[in-house]
Every structure is written in structure tokens, then in C-alpha cells.
């Protein structure tokens, strides 16, 4: 049996710093809360590393403390880019529930020196009986 790809959401956005520097901003967990409005971040105060797991919470208390939606990950692999050398850096982690399951990324590609474009993506699908496709097609909507 041939297993299909999931259904990937991806947006990408160029941004008017080096790719090292964006790496490091948009890649670190402890910092995903500047980004997503009503989340807070529970995990490590250490830097993102491959096997280290964290939780992110968001709903209109979140931030306060209060109980919200859920979302545990493992970082898989965490490989800075390099302008200079013309590499793309990945981050990719591994959502483990309690609602969601697949995986997640963001890749920084250097354009030029003072220039890169980041691109986050997921793979993810409702923990469930639910199809699929069905299922990340609708997940997939509401990310996007």
C-alpha cells in the first residue's frame, strides 16, 4: 500500500533582513506568541533543539494563564542557513496532539545580504476517525 503526501498549507513572505537573522527570529519557540495573537508559549527556556518538546496554548486567555486550545511539538530538526553559502534553514517540528498530528516547518531562504524569504508550511490533520483528506483539507482552510 502507497502511502499519499499529506496536504501541505504553506505561506511564504520576503522579508527585508539576512537570512541568519530571520532564522533566529521566526524559528525560536519562545517567540511564536509575537507572532500568533491570543498563544502563549509552555516549554524550555533553552533554544530551540532537535528532541526538545514544547506546548503552545492559544484562546482569548491564553495569555493570562487560562486554559485554550492545546498544541503539543517536538523539534525534529533545527539547521540555521547561510547567506554566504547560499543554504536554506529548516526548522521542523512534530505535532503530538492532543488535537493535532503531522508536522510543521519554516524554511529561511537567503535571497541576498540583507534579504530572505521565509516560508512556513504544515502537514497536519485533526487527531480523529475523521478522512484524511477531508480533514486536512478543512485544517488546511482554517490555517490558511
Do not use: I
Not at 47 to 57: D, Q, R, S, Y
Not at 62 to 84: E, K, N
Amino acid at each position: 500500500m502507497t502511502t499519499r503526501p499529506a496536504h501541505r498549507v504553506e505561506v511564504s513572505r520576503l522579508v527585508p533582513v539576512d537570512a541568519e537573522t530571520a532564522f533566529a527570529r521566526v524559528t525560536d519557540p519562545r517567540h511564536h506568541p509575537r507572532w500568533v495573537p491570543l498563544t502563549r508559549y509552555d516549554g524550555p527556556t533553552a533554544a530551540p533543539a532537535p528532541g526538545v518538546g514544547f506546548t503552545m496554548v492559544s484562546g482569548p486567555g491564553a495569555r493570562r494563564g487560562r486554559a485554550g486550545f492545546v498544541d503539543r511539538m517536538t523539534t525534529l530538526q533545527h539547521v540555521a542557513p547561510s547567506t554566504a553559502e547560499g543554504t536554506v534553514g529548516r526548522n521542523v517540528v512534530r505535532k503530538d496532539g492532543p488535537a493535532l498530528s503531522g508536522t510543521a516547518g519554516l524554511d529561511v531562504v537567503p535571497v541576498d545580504a540583507g534579504r530572505s524569504r521565509v516560508v512556513w508550511w504544515e502537514e497536519v490533520r485533526l487527531v480523529g476517525p475523521w478522512p484524511r483528506r477531508a480533514n486536512e483539507r478543512a485544517v488546511g482552510l482554517f490555517l490558511r
